[in-house]
């Protein structure tokens, strides 16, 4: 599975520690990290999926920006906040960490697709699952990976 974490470009030091450790979640259960490319939460969130071993896509705004230092595979799609529809649909599923704008776009363009979205401290929006911590979005993946598709708003 594909796993897109959006969020902000800068964040805090405990917004980074959370975003790392999904990451790393992400990566212990075999799925491919997908995000922006650059720093805040996307840094965070890769350089969590690639201490546990995970493969991380950056979808970049720029044609020639340098993604974190993190991602293993860029794609440079020159297109600006335009990418995050890239993003999104190159995902199974949206996990949405705190963020302005652009996060929020992430999330609508996921349940326009009708694709499982979980907010863990972002914006709450009905039909979006709201987890409490990493630990919560972890029994949600195990679920997920086991066939479950309903999340149980």
Known sequence: MQIAVVGAGACSPEVRDVAKRVGQIIASHGH????????????AACCGAREAGGLCVGILPGESEEANTCVDVTIATG??????????????????LPGELGTLSE???????NKPVISLSSWEICGVFQ?????EVEELLERIDQGQKDLGQ
């Open 32 to 43: 491919v990290l997908i995000c922006g490319g650059l720093g805040g939460v996307m840094e």
């Open 79 to 96: 297109m600006g906040h335009a990418r995050n529809v890239i993003i999104v649909k190159s995902a199974d599923l949206v996990i949405a």
């Open 107 to 113: 999330m609508a363009l996921a349940m326009k697709m």
């Open 131 to 135: 987890a409490k911590g990493p630990e």
